[in-house]
């Protein structure tokens, strides 16, 4: 059992880290009411992939919520491509 910190640190028990060494990259992934840390070199190149789309695409929907693009339609857009 371990608590966080008024920081949001958490200390993971010693039998639970013994391959784990300061500096290891983890993963964080919540799912529902669970937090699972694996550590990044259990991934393959794919899965860092997916989850670096899966943090842009979280970060443009943020962006769109606050307003920052501007809507058009289809049409307009393709039109604003052949510009670029």
Known sequence: MTKMS???QVVIPRELRKD???GDKLVVI???D???LKKATK???QFEEDLEFAKRTEEAWKE????KYVKMSVEDF???MKTW
């Open 30 to 32: 919540r799912n529902a």
């Open 78 to 80: 393709l039109k604003e």
């Open 20 to 22: 784990i060494k300061e």
């Open 6 to 8: 008024s920081k949001g």
């Open 64 to 67: 769109i919520e606050e307003g």
């Open 43 to 45: 991934f393959d190149k």
């Open 34 to 36: 669970q937090i699972i």
